[in-house]
DNA sequence: CCTCGACCTGTCCGCGTAGACATGTCAAGA
DNA sequence: TCTTGACATGTCTACGCGGACAGGTCGAGG
């Protein structure tokens, strides 16, 4: 159970609402790491408040709750994120199409693989702006800005997502030539 | 439900039986892309088989029965392949991992990013012989061995996450040095 | 004053999934 | 001959999860 460490982690950052969890994963923590909606976040709070490791810390306007971290709560996000298992879960539709790329006709390849070339590139154009808007206003000595371990990660996989899927073009192109002939 | 798209896809590569489709799930495909047990692989076949993708094509000893793809399966197999949504489904435990990286106390961040950087280190010795011994036996013109691209993948992201563990390391340090003063 | 949109919390249902349970066959080697 | 281990297929149950359903509050602007 993951989302109960996503939420466990968050939290850590100070305390939030269920709502403002749920924005949380509408962001980058959503497209790269763990999808989940308010629908499974609610219930699964109200869970970690019976287990003890989050409270209620204030209520606000709207019936609004506010979850803060208890020391237990504390105590098991770090032995989880200390705590590696052998193979962690891995659910990744992306990935998935990757590894059955050689599945398709050749020229279906060379195009799915150009459109990921082409996307990875978009993103990084995307990305690499604000990373580099970050490190401008960071001093040596201040806190990283939170995400930006998670954006620099980002970056790198697109990046690396990019370079494969130019060494699998050319691959492809050596093992079967198509445009030429 | 990628799990369908994940049989398709194997199942293009030849026909094969619940049980070889197991264990190729337990192979680098569950490694990084997606996880099925049997329990869920033999009805799913059955539900498959039921909607026209794919059929029985021969029994064997022991009950053993591969299926094939239909033109129906294959045309399935090939629309998802190449009609991408806008925002994939992804479950990744060890990203998480990485996005919560600033959760932790500054020692034991670096502990854990010194830990990644290693395993990855590992992980990239052991994927280059093999992948380099593919590659000694390819020549140009042979169609490439299956799994070929997806070892590729799986070893520039290794490459990619050691290289941005050895970063954020770096920029913790920067941002609170704690093996000095 | 009123309306609209963002804020905010929940439940319900059907499907996906993991792990345990159940059953049986065949081949190799002791 | 017997035992062991790999081969092989299935079901069952409890839980995770997404999307729909449901209801209510507050602030800003017309």
Redesign the pocket.
């Given at each position: 159970?993951?989302?109960r460490h996503a939420l466990l982690g968050l939290l850590a950052d100070g305390p939030a609402?269920?709502?403002?969890l749920?924005r949380a994963f509408d962001g980058s923590i959503g497209r790269y790491a763990w999808?989940?909606?308010?629908?499974?976040i609610?219930?699964e709070?109200?869970k970690m408040a019976e287990a003890g490791q989050v409270v209620v810390d204030e209520t606000?306007?709207?019936?609004?709750?506010t979850y803060a971290l208890t020391d237990d709560g504390h105590t098991e996000l770090r032995r989880w994120m200390l705590h590696w298992p052998e193979q962690a879960n891995v659910?990744d539709e992306t990935v998935l199409r990757m590894f059955l790329v050689q599945s398709l006709e050749p020229e279906d390849a060379r195009r799915l693989l150009e459109g990921i070339a082409a996307h990875c590139l978009a993103e990084i154009e995307n990305l690499r702006p604000v990373m580099e808007a970050d490190d401008a206003e960071h001093r040596p000595g201040d806190p990283l800005p939170f995400g930006r371990l998670a954006g620099e990660y980002g970056l790198r996989q697109y990046e690396a997502v990019h370079g494969w899927a130019l060494w699998s073009l050319e691959r492809l192109g050596a093992a079967e030539p198509a445009g030429t002939s």
């Open positions: 159970m993951s989302l609402s269920g709502y403002d749920t999808q989940a909606g308010h629908s499974r609610y219930p709070l109200a606000g306007p709207r019936g609004r709750k659910r």
